[in-house]
């Protein structure tokens, strides 16, 4: 796959929320506004906002349901994926107390998939390792967006960073500019964010690099500048050779996510990464750096939660680790796979790449 550069200019004025997706998707110019303002990290809120919701229907039920990462207190409201059709409760779906899962209604014009269809047999098109899959805007499309009040506690919140970023934070205290760049795999290149030219489809919510740009420069009034190199299938080894790339770009913050496309034992995954942290940080000497943990493949498999551990391991003065394994592996235990990926194998939709810019977010507090 080829490799996407995009540098975006972020000045404060240009930075409402509600416009995301024209200020900050660089690689489609000309790609429509984004429709939704980015709202507040879920474990921060009593209101859950926009919740993809892929309804599957089992072998044994009449319909089709699904669950929602918190217990509603009140009315739901369920939109097309493209947030501008409202579908009607008892004509299209019904809210089951008994089971805590909505149900759709016979006649419901809400799409679903069968727990057949889900795991196609093999030869069946779209599919991989068993499973339903596929890049661009299917799944997308499939997953339905609900907003609802709730009393509930998610059983994680993200913690302070042991050693600050101290550098980057006196910048955007003093409201200076701060260049970020970000180096990854596909996920950090932008796959399946419904704003990535590859999917381009309404609400066109940019990826998590320009979604991080955009809160930071919020949050702090500063202007914020960002080149992404993320690249499709690259491994940590990549990030070596875009060295001078990142070095000439002078960073004053450096996002690096990479163990995806891993396959690496947890100690070689953290030599790997400890090679590539001096050698940034040896390029780029003044730069504050991230480390991200990331989402889980499907299944998820223990090498994540080796990685994430690998990663921590390396945190120290201006080294933060953002920590997206912990709470993707706690959504899971309420919800499935399908609700939060944009391919249904190693992608997140775009709840998926708002949890990766709300975590590395809140490393940067006023």
């Keep these: 796959m080829s490799s996407i550069f995009m540098k975006t200019s972020l000045p404060a004025a240009l930075l409402h929320l509600s416009l995301l997706g024209s200020a900050l998707a660089a690689d489609t110019p000309s790609r429509p506004e984004s429709k939704t303002a980015l709202p507040a990290p879920f474990w921060n809120s009593k209101t859950m906002e926009n919740e993809p919701v ?130 990854g795999d596909s996920i950090t290149e932008g796959y399946n964010a419904s704003g990535f030219s590859k999917c381009a489809a309404p609400p066109y919510q940019p990826a998590y690099p320009q979604l991080v740009a955009a809160i930071l420069g919020k949050r702090f009034g500063a202007p914020v500048t960002l080149a992404n190199f993320g690249l499709a299938g690259a491994k940590a080894s990549l990030g070596f050779t875009q060295l001078p790339k990142v070095k000439a770009e002078n960073p004053d913050l450096i996002t690096i996510a990479f163990g995806m496309n891993h396959s690496d034992k947890a100690p070689d995954f953290e030599e790997t990464m400890r090679k590539l942290l001096a050698a940034v940080q040896e390029a780029c000497p003044e730069a504050d750096v991230v480390l991200v943990s990331p ?72």
């Design 295 to 366: 989402m889980t493949q499907k299944p998820p498999g223990e090498k994540f939660l080796g990685y994430r551990d690998a990663l921590a391991k390396l945190v120290t003065t201006n080294v933060a680790m953002a920590d997206v394994t912990t709470p993707w592996l706690e959504i899971l235990k309420r919800k499935p796979f399908s609700d939060l990926s944009g391919n249904n194998i190693n992608h997140p939709n775009d709840l998926g790449h708002r949890l990766y810019a709300w975590i590395i977010s809140e490393l940067f507090q006023p």
């Design 54 to 183: 892929l309804f599957i229907q089992q072998a044994d039920k009449p319909v089709a349901t699904a669950r929602l990462l918190f217990r509603p207190s009140g009315k739901l409201k369920i939109t097309h994926p493209d947030l501008t059709m409202t579908y009607k409760e008892g004509a299209d779906y019904l809210w089951n107390p008994e089971s805590g899962q909505i149900e759709l209604t016979i006649s419901s014009r809400i799409p679903f998939k069968t727990a057949a269809q889900m795991a196609p047999p093999p030869g069946s098109p779209n599919t991989l390792g068993g499973v339903l899959f596929s890049e661009g805007h299917f799944f997308h499309d499939l997953q339905v967006q609900v907003t609802y009040e709730h009393e509930d506690l998610f059983p994680w919140k993200p913690t302070p960073p042991p050693h600050a970023l101290t550098r980057s934070l006196q910048k955007l205290r003093a409201q200076k500019p701060l260049k970020v760049v970000a180096l």
